[in-house]
């Protein structure tokens, strides 16, 4: 890439951020966040789940804070949707973008959404079909493409067929997700390589959670093959509770200055972004893990 060449950095702190947080925000901090991140500049934010709220109690307030955000034009504001009934709790919430998710390895499939990988193309199905008569597009997560919780290591042609289904079913945008951060760049650079014998890398987004510190690393792989869309999280909230051991998403601050210093422009404010993290923990009580954020402690200790 060259300098100035434009990159996006989805926000999906509002919904995987916080899923996993066992202090939950209000509805009213919800909105606030959501509308302090459109402020920064963001163009896409996944703002919610529209999951049963008995699996994920901590987003059940997915119709209010979608009815209460200030939504700036240009902006998509989309949701998690798992089958028809989250589908149509999300169009009557008038979201911009539906993101149906499912995993590459069974044994996480059936853990997060209770099928089996079969099954869940059955049922995603009518869900990417219905969104787009709405006239929505459609994000699809890979969860577990570069590991698993509960069954190791993923083998790539397994990432690459479930890609190929969501694909045919016609999601416009695939987030491949290391949902218990467990990619190196080498592996990076291998699965990107291995997606592009079904799709063009204009249509992949990198999904990177920071367990063991891999993330930003990841990222630069990405880059290197060319991949132009990132998901973060401020401050770098996250995980996923059926992925026992998952640390947060990458944080969006970390990954701005990651873009920033390399001259690849985000369209996004640096400092608002920042200013949301110190927020964000106020609000939850506790200190974030984003790198930023403790040289930000440092310099007013
Ligand atoms: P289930 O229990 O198998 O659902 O759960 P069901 O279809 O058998 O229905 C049971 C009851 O739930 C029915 O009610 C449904 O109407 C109701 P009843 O008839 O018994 O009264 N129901 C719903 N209610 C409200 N909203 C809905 C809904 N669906 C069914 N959407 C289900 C299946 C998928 C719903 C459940 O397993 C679930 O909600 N799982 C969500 C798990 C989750 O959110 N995990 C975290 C997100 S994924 C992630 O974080 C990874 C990612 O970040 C990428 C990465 O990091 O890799 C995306
Ligand atoms: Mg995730």
Same mark, same amino acid.
């Given at each position: 890439?060259?300098?100035?060449?434009?990159?996006?950095?989805?926000?999906?702190?509002?919904?995987?951020?916080?899923?996993?947080?066992?202090?939950?925000?209000?509805?009213?901090?919800?909105?606030?966040?959501?509308?302090?991140?459109?402020?920064?500049?963001?163009?896409?934010?996944?703002?919610?789940?529209?999951?049963?709220?008995?699996?994920?109690?901590?987003?059940?307030? #997915?119709?209010?804070?979608?009815?209460?955000?200030?939504?700036?034009?240009?902006? +998509?504001?989309?949701?998690?949707?798992?089958?028809?009934?989250?589908? =149509?709790?999300?169009?009557?919430?008038?979201? $911009?973008?539906? *993101?149906?998710?499912?995993?590459?390895?069974?044994?996480? *499939?059936? #853990?997060?959404?209770?099928?089996?990988?079969?099954?869940?193309?059955?049922?995603?199905?009518?869900?990417?079909?219905?969104?787009?008569?709405?006239?929505?597009?459609?994000?699809?997560?890979?969860?577990?493409?570069?590991? !698993?919780?509960?069954?190791?290591?993923? $083998?790539?042609?397994?990432?690459?067929?479930?890609?190929? &289904?969501?694909? &045919?079913?016609?999601?416009? =945008?695939?987030?491949?997700?290391? +949902?218990?951060?467990?990619?190196?760049? @080498?592996?990076? @650079?291998?699965?990107?390589?291995?997606?592009?014998?079904?799709?063009?890398?204009?249509?992949?987004?990198?999904?990177?959670?920071?367990?063991?510190?891999? #993330?930003?690393?990841?990222?630069?792989?990405?880059?290197?093959?060319?991949? @132009?869309?990132?998901?973060?999280?401020?401050?770098? %909230?996250?995980? !996923?509770?059926? #992925?026992?051991?998952?640390?947060?998403?990458?944080?969006?601050?970390?990954?701005?200055?990651?873009?920033?210093?390399?001259? %690849? $422009?985000?369209?996004?404010?640096?400092?608002?972004?920042?200013?949301?993290?110190?927020? %964000?923990? =106020?609000?939850?009580?506790?200190? %974030?893990?984003?790198?930023?954020?403790?040289?930000? &402690?440092?310099?007013?200790?």
């Amino acid at each position: 890439m060259s300098g100035r060449d434009r990159v996006t950095i989805v926000e999906v702190g509002p919904r995987d951020g916080l899923q996993n947080e066992s202090r939950v925000l209000s509805t009213d901090d919800k909105v606030t966040l959501v509308n302090r991140l459109s402020e920064a500049g963001f163009r896409h934010i996944e703002v919610s789940s529209f999951v049963h709220p008995k699996w994920i109690p901590t987003l059940a307030d #997915a119709d209010e804070v979608l009815a209460r955000i200030t939504r700036r034009p240009g902006v +998509t504001y989309s949701a998690l949707v798992p089958n028809e009934r989250g589908l =149509e709790r999300a169009l009557s919430a008038r979201v $911009d973008m539906v *993101n149906v998710f499912m995993s590459a390895s069974e044994s996480h *499939n059936r #853990a997060n959404i209770n099928k089996s990988i079969v099954d869940t193309y059955a049922v995603l199905e009518p869900v990417v079909q219905g969104a787009k008569a709405a006239g929505l597009s459609v994000r699809g997560y890979v969860s577990t493409a570069f590991g !698993c919780p509960y069954e190791g290591d993923v $083998d790539v042609s397994q990432v690459v067929a479930v890609s190929e &289904r969501l694909l &045919r079913m016609g999601v416009d =945008e695939l987030s491949i997700g290391d +949902t218990i951060g467990v990619a190196v760049p @080498t592996q990076v @650079t291998a699965v990107v390589a291995a997606l592009q014998s079904v799709l063009d890398v204009s249509k992949l987004a990198l999904h990177f959670h920071d367990t063991r510190g891999t #993330a930003i690393a990841n990222i630069v792989a990405g880059l290197g093959s060319g991949v @132009t869309v990132f998901d973060a999280s401020v401050g770098g %909230l996250g995980g !996923c509770p059926y #992925a026992p051991g998952a640390a947060g998403n990458v944080a969006t601050e970390d990954v701005l200055y990651l873009f920033d210093k390399m001259g %690849l $422009d985000t369209g996004i404010e640096r400092p608002f972004v920042d200013d949301v993290a110190a927020w %964000l923990e =106020e609000r939850l009580e506790k200190p %974030l893990p984003s790198h930023a954020r403790a040289v930000r &402690r440092g310099q007013s200790a």
